[in-house]
């Protein structure tokens, strides 16, 4: 196996195994897109990614990771995206968005950490989830391939599966349940024949925290269809570093897990790509800070392989 293999699914299909992750840019206006993100996007579908994901976009206003954080909480946010989307789509990518609430961590214009932090009810939680519902339909009008859910680095769904943040004595106090009823409400509007990824991480609790998340994987399994790796905040605990650094974590999730899953984290070489798909220990390589760098990270890797699949106006720059 290797990155030019294409990816098939029950519900998305890519034309190779190369994921451009969802890295935030923070220069959205009110949660609208402008021309710069088409710019931002439009150099890794150029450069043949498979899979662009999109950054976090809130779900609320007040869920916002900062106010240049993009958003899908008003009708207005799907015209710009919609056309961001077409013009990814006709280089022959595919396009997937993050749905996100920041939790504890959003911020205020002034950038503050909101201090106030209060448990939510039960109906703060049904209105939650009515959020995700509108969100995941505004994507849908903008024609999205795949949802992104975003349950790590310790935002609000990261809250509720951490043993640590999570003190509830209701029915939530199981993230199985917050994350069965989310994501049922999200395919509400959703299409059933449209891909869910969940993003999840590792570090929710102290000890076997790789078979924590394996055993809730398991039973929200026919919710999502497929599973992206990332830790992130104080749970990473400085070790977001190095070549590779999520690849253990990944491979213990995918022995325990029948989804397909994305490695992200430190790959920047070609041929560590590959090995790991040789491995199969994971079905997806996410390649954030390279393909920042250098747009053009897979038309490199394409030189060792098949110049063919080369863009014809960058052929001469790869002779």
């Given amino acids: ?24 840019i923070k220069r959205a206006t009110d949660g609208y897109a402008d021309y710069f993100h088409l710019a931002h996007y439009m150099s890794f579908a150029v450069g043949q990614v498979g ?6 976009c809130a779900v609320t206003a007040d869920g916002r990771l900062g106010s240049g954080a993009l958003g899908l909480y008003e009708d207005g946010h799907v015209t710009m995206l919609a056309q961001i989307v077409s013009m990814l789509q006709n280089e022959g990518s595919k396009v997937a968005i993050q749905l996100n609430h920041a939790g504890s961590k959003s911020r205020l214009e002034s950038g503050s950490i909101i201090q106030d932090i ?11 989830f009515g959020c995700y519902t509108r969100a995941a339909a505004r994507a849908n009008k903008a024609e999205f391939d795949a949802l ?24 939530y106090a199981d993230p199985v349940i917050f994350l069965t009823e989310l994501l049922t409400a999200i ?34 399994n026919p919710l999502i269809d497929i599973v992206h790796i990332s830790n992130g905040g104080s749970q990473m605990h400085g070790t977001n570093k190095g070549v590779a650094y999520q690849l ?15 490695v992200v984290g430190g790959i920047r070489d070609h041929q560590l790509a590959d090995d790991i798909l040789e491995h199969q220990y994971a079905d997806l390589i ?20 098949d110049r063919k699949l080369i863009p014809r106006p960058y052929i001469r720059a790869f002779r």
């Avoid at 294409?6 to 890295?23: A, I, M, W």
């Avoid at 253990?248 to 994305?262: A, L, N, Q, R, S």
Wanted: aromatic share 8%; hydrophobic share 40%.
């Fill in 51 to 56: 899979l662009i994901i999109m950054e976090e």
């Fill in 1 to 24: 196996m290797n990155l030019m293999q294409p990816f098939v699914s029950e519900k998305l299909t890519l034309k190779n195994k190369l994921v451009y992750p969802p890295v935030r």
């Fill in 248 to 262: 253990e974590d990944t491979k213990g999730v995918k022995k325990g897990c029948d989804k397909p899953v994305i």
């Fill in 187 to 220: 395919r509400q509007s959703w299409p059933e024949d449209k891909a869910i990824i969940l993003r999840i991480g590792t570090r929710y609790c102290e000890e076997d925290s790789i078979l924590f998340t394996q055993k809730i994987l398991c039973n929200i």
């Fill in 148 to 171: 992104e859910i975003m349950a790590s680095h310790e935002f609000l769904i990261s809250q509720f599966i951490d043993r640590r943040t999570n003190q509830r004595t209701d029915k």
């Fill in 286 to 305: 996410a390649v954030g800070r390279g393909l920042l760098r250098n747009p053009n990270w897979y038309l490199e890797y394409l030189l060792k392989y």
């Fill in 118 to 128: 209060n448990a939510l009810t039960a109906e703060d939680i049904a209105a939650l």
